[in-house]
């Protein structure tokens, strides 16, 4: 039993439509859509296509190697990676509280990372759809257009993402792929000197983050029905939460609200994830499909993200946050939310208390500390959860007496929103598509539904699947390079 | 929201196509760390196929620049396709260059990694092995581009830094013979 539009009943009698790659996404994925001759829409799906088989290769390897292997999967959000896998592996080394100046410098890592990482999905990549109009002219349809039609907007996108691009470097010793954080605490203090580089642009800063709640929330009222029809599906929520219930994006425990905001669980430790999460296989995609163990596997998805935290936390600790909160909640009269677009304006609040915990950060004297790393007796196992910027992060390792890793486990946001996608861009294909020719632009809707989500598909892809065709690859004079067969048995 | 007139260019821009396969975008992520300069650099070039448009297909382009390694088919025949279109193809950074990260699977056994993730993985219910004719059938090792195409420039680095990527640009744009200065070629 799958939902509809999942599986065609006779997909051979249908035409099929494919979106590939889906663009401004990170990451490599398509669409196919099956119609018949009247247009109907029979099945629709997003497609994770690439596999990277990093829980199988990471095995044997040194624990201390992997905060820094890990970030590889993902060059949109590597600090997430490198933050989850050194929060595992906090554990293992017995380092229960880190030093003061260890949990401020990877908090500031961290929320640089949203900052950086929302301004690109939002600005950078999201920001043409809303901007022009989902079926505008697609030559124009991205950065550089904004960058002609919109100057400041694009502008200040840019500035944001490299504010939060050198909190980043500042902590972890370069912008992308950094070393700064292991297992027990970081590696680099940071010094005054820098402390005052980073606080010099704040004012601009925090004034652009507004600028950009001002913007999403007007585009949310020009334009409502839109807004809050497009691709909607109800779904539970998923999220970690501050131990005080406040929004807290670094640690915390989970937290899971049903599709009218009841909660399902509360204040579950991180280790004990897999008592409620489990995750399922299906055929066509690389991507698994988490679902909550109490609802099963058919009812028991949810949202991860920015949306989904925003309605799961009782509250910001921020002021200017809370208050864009606020406004949030007042707009849909208390009821959660579940519309794919809204997204965004829950992305741009996260934005704007990313911006307020770093200014927080940057006055703390304890940042400067130079007590780096702590340590404990050993433990063998693991699990390090964050909310990487688009949702729930869970990284889980073993280790054993040679320091070596002998178990895997990574359920990376994107997957957590892998069912809520598939079914947003089926609700968008009745909406939209159906009975219509699909034009370039009613595509476009789809892949508008998908952005949304901010889905980050490359750290989607970190498994392996077996394929159905044989294929010869041959080098530029023409000599085989390799030779793979249909059958499974032999790859 | 105040619009500006938008400026037809009059001058010829540098027809530009980028792509990732098996990267992570960490290679694309320092391109845009050039932060404000991308301003004059989208004055001199123009995007074709590109994570950050809708382009889905290069045309004929005056360069592309490729970040990833091939582990599946759809990377090799996308890599093709960019040789055809670009009259020069750079290998950007070090899965391009090597294979990278992902490479470190080459010495397992791809049906071990498929069962690892899918059927004895940690948490999975009534796991199975993935197959469709949707899915692009992954290669046995990860390759890097030139075991496929000949490749004009590599730029090495994981990913190459901002510093690097615009020093290499700014040389092609203008004509000379790209050359990384003392600092820029790092193998991180
Ligand atoms: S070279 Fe490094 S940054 Fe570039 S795609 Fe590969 S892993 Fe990512």
Known sequence: MHSPLDTAEHPEKLRRVVIEPVSRVEGHGKVTILLDDQR??????????????????????PYWEVPVMVQRLCGICPVSHHLAASKALDAVVGARTLTPAAERIRRLMHYGQILQSHA??????????LLFGFDADPRKRNVVGVLAAYPDIARQGVLLRKYGQECIRVTAGKRVHGTGSIPGGVNKRVTA?????????????????????????????????????????????????????????????????????????????PKDYHVQLRENVRSWSYMKFPFIVSRGPEEGWYKVG????????????????????????????????????????????????????????????????????????RARTGVGIIEAPRGTLIHQYEVDEHDLVTMCNLIVSTTHNNQAMNEAIRQVARQHLDGHEPTEGLLNHIEVAIRAFDPCLSCATHALGKMPLAVEIVDAQGALVERLVRDGERL | ?????????????????????????????????????????????????????????????????????????????????????????????????????????????????????????????????????????????VHPLHDVVKIDYFLPGCPPSAEAIWQFLTDIIAGRTPHLGHGLIKYD
């Open chain 1, 120 to 129: 690109l999905h939002f600005y950078h990549l999201a920001s043409p759809d």
């Open chain 1, 306 to 377: 920015p949306l989904a935290r925003i309605q799961n936390c009782d509250a910001i600790g921020t002021p200017l946050a809370e208050a864009a909160r606020q406004e949030l909640i007042a707009d849909s009269h208390g009821a959660i939310v579940h519309a794919p677009l809204v997204f965004h304006w829950a992305r741009m609040i996260e934005l704007l208390h990313a911006v307020e915990v770093i200014e927080g950060l940057l006055a703390d004297p304890a940042l400067l500390g130079d007590e780096l790393v702590a340590s404990g007796p």
């Open chain 2, 1 to 141: 929201m105040t619009r500006a007139a938008v400026e037809i260019p009059t001058k010829k821009k540098l027809r530009v196509a980028t792509t990732s396969l098996a990267g992570c975008f960490g290679c694309h992520m320092s391109l845009l760390d050039i932060d404000e300069r991308l301003v004059p650099l989208l004055e001199l070039v123009e995007l074709d196929a590109s994570p950050l448009t809708d382009i889905k297909h290069p045309g004929p382009c005056d360069l592309g620049l490729i970040e990833g390694g091939l582990c599946n088919a759809d990377n090799v025949r996308m890599l093709r396709v960019f040789r055809e279109q670009c009259k020069v193809l750079v290998a950007m950074g070090a899965c391009a260059i090597n294979g990278g990260l992902p490479a470190q699977r080459n010495h397992l056994d791809i049906r071990d990694c498929l069962q690892t993730v899918y059927l004895s993985g940690h948490g999975v219910e009534r796991g199975f092995i993935p197959n469709d004719p949707e899915l692009p059938l992954p290669l046995k090792q």
């Open chain 1, 193 to 269: 000197e820098e402390r005052d580089e980073l606080r010099r642009p704040l004012s601009d800063i925090r004034a652009w983050a507004q600028a950009g709640v001002a913007l999403v929330t007007e585009l949310h009222e020009h334009n409502r029905d839109l807004y809050e029809q497009f691709g909607t599906v109800k779904s539970s929520l998923l999220s970690i939460v501050g131990r005080d219930g406040k929004l807290d994006l670094y640690d915390g425990v989970l937290r899971a609200r049903d599709a009218q905001g009841a909660i399902i669980f509360d204040g579950v430790e």
């Open chain 1, 40 to 61: 109907k829409v029979h099945q629709v799906r997003l497609h994770i296509v690439e596999f990277r088989g990093f829980e199988r290769f990471i095995q044997g390897r």
